[in-house]
T-cell receptor
Framework: QKEVEQNSGPLSVPEGAIASLNCTYSDRGSQSFFWYRQYSGKSPELIMSIYSNGDKEDGRFTAQLNKASQYVSLLIRDSQPSDSATYLCAVRGNTGFQKLVFGTGTRLLVSP | DAEITQSPRHKITETGRQVTLACHQTWNHNNMFWYRQDLGHGLRLIHYSYGVQDTNKGEVSDGYSVSRSNTEDLPLTLESAASSQTSVYFC????????????FGNGTRLTVT
């Protein structure tokens, strides 16, 4: 079992819709969770972080964390074509204190 | 503004050659990391360092080495390049602390022929 799992996609949504990206992790003791966006040929850039159960909102983005289910998600409201990218889920576990483990990413395509 | 600079951006080398990829950060972060990114595998950790003179192996460290002589730099060396090391390499840094995110450099695309 991979430590951090994501559906590779592509996830296709029309412009203006809500995109829902999901991530599961195996280390029950994981402490912090991050979502990165990566455009083709570019480096990952941080868009959201979440540390406690529940929802965290930042503009059009909402991160949701459920530690009991070992599940973290990212909602993108009013999706725009410029949101088309690969979204990487990253988890900092209970071992190897500072290391982040990344999922393989979900490719999101937003059509005009 | 603080940043992480990787060089070169692109590199083509031959099998068996030694190659060094540079990473320089001005964040003054103690933690530095090298990842490689390949289709289907995502970002995989090669080596990491928690401070000067500290280095640790990641999940895919075979054939790679790093050294940390100062806070700003963590060069990655491929001792004898192999075609399997053709990849995109990202350097990253972070502050100490569970909630600290990684800041990434722009990456180096390495091709081993």
């Amino acid at each position: 079992q991979k430590e951090v799992e994501q559906n590779s996609g592509p996830l296709s949504v029309p412009e203006g819709a809500i995109a829902s990206l999901n991530c599961t992790y195996s280390d029950r003791g994981s402490q912090s969770f991050f979502w990165y966006r990566q455009y083709s040929g570019k480096s990952p850039e941080l868009i959201m972080s979440i540390y406690s159960n529940g929802d965290k909102e930042d503009g059009r983005f909402t991160a949701q964390l459920n530690k009991a289910s070992q599940y973290v998600s990212l909602l993108i409201r009013d999706s725009q074509p410029s949101d088309s990218a690969t979204y990487l889920c990253a988890v900092r576990g209970n071992t190897g204190f500072q290391k982040l483990v990344f999922g393989t990413g979900t490719r999101l395509l937003v059509s005009p | 503004d603080a940043e992480i600079t990787q060089s070169p951006r692109h590199k083509i080398t031959e099998t068996g050659r030694q190659v060094t990829l540079a990473c320089h950060q001005t964040w003054n972060h103690n933690n530095m990391f090298w990842y490689r990114q390949d289709l289907g595998h995502g970002l995989r950790l090669i080596h990491y360092s928690y401070g000067v003179q500290d280095t640790n192996k990641g999940e895919v460290s075979d054939g790679y080495s790093v050294s940390r002589s100062n806070t700003e730099d963590l060069p990655l060396t491929l001792e004898s390049a192999a075609s399997s090391q053709t990849s995109v390499y990202f350097c990253a840094s972070s502050q100490e602390g569970t909630n600290s995110p990684l800041h990434f450099g722009n990456g180096t695309r390495l091709t081993v022929t």
